[in-house]
Each structure stands twice: as C-alpha cells, then as structure tokens.
C-alpha cells in the first residue's frame, strides 16, 4: 500500500528503465500476415524489436545530441508525471 502512494519512485525507476532497460527486446512469431509500413510480414514469420532502440528513437524524448539517452543530461523523472 504504501509503494502504491510512491509516485516520485514510480517515476524514477521508469525513468532508469528508460535510459538503461533491463531487457534489451525480445521476438515474437507473427499469427498472422500483416503489413506494417507498407511491408508484408507473412504468418509464421519472426519478428524482433528492440526496447533500447525504441526508447533511443522515442519522437517524446529524442534530441538531436542524444542527451535524452545520457544518465547526467537526460535524466528526468519528471517526465512521467507529463504522460
């Protein structure tokens, strides 16, 4: 109950989980054919995605310096009380 009303430590570990993940993606097999981007992924296929790149390529966060991805210049807890 009480980590519950801690919102600043909410927001400071997703932010931690944000710059530095704890699981750099994983992989999934497609259950159906789809198209994404204008590309066909057909049923069966594997499909892999990246958290960090995600996180790295975030239009919200991503400066052009990287500074959104730097423990020192991005850092920002703050952040998710925005979302």
Known sequence: EILNSCTLLDA????????????TGGSRTVDDTLVVDGFQIPKGWSVAF???????????????????MDLKKGFCPMRWFDA
């Open 12 to 23: 400071v570990v997703n932010e931690a989980m944000r710059i530095k993940p704890v699981s």
């Open 50 to 68: 990246s958290i960090s790149l995600t996180h790295l390529l975030d239009p919200v966060t991503f400066r052009e310096d990287g500074a959104h």
